[in-house]
């Protein structure tokens, strides 16, 4: 069972940055697929970017290439997502999920198996 806690989550002004941080409890962080996705009022809950189990392979929605980066420690169990350049429309609750052991990256969320309880993040104008 692996739970997972969101912090970093809050109030930016567009064009500023902000690093959203997933800690992950469980052995089996380490060999888990990680993925960070994000629900705005009124829209389906949309993929915005996953990492594999070792953090060598990335894979982002086109509409934040290049302005977000995904990242991992397995030392710590902790997943990252750095967010810069933000823009109104990346206003959204962001999720952090995680796949089985063994499993590998994917942008569907029904492919996860557990999820934190989101973190608000809110880009004004």
């Known amino acids: 069972q692996v739970q997972l806690v969101e912090t970093g989550g809050g109030l930016v002004q567009a064009g500023g940055s902000l690093r959203l941080s997933c800690a992950a409890s469980?052995?089996?962080?380490?060999?888990?697929?990680m993925g960070w996705f994000r629900q705005a009022p009124g829209k389906e809950r949309e993929f915005v970017a996953t990492i594999n189990f070792s953090g060598r392979i990335t894979s982002y929605v086109d509409s934040v290439k290049g302005r977000f980066t995904i990242s991992r420690d397995n030392a710590t169990n902790t997943v990252y997502l750095q967010m810069n350049s933000v823009k109104p429309e990346d206003t959204a609750v962001y999720y952090c999920?995680?796949?089985?052991?063994?499993?590998?990256?994917?942008?569907?969320?029904?492919?996860?198996?557990?999820w934190g309880q989101g973190t608000q993040v809110t880009v004004s104008s």
């Open positions: 999920a995680g796949r089985a052991v063994g499993s590998t990256s994917s942008t569907s969320y029904s492919n996860y198996d557990y």
């Open positions: 469980g052995r089996t962080f380490s060999n888990s697929a």
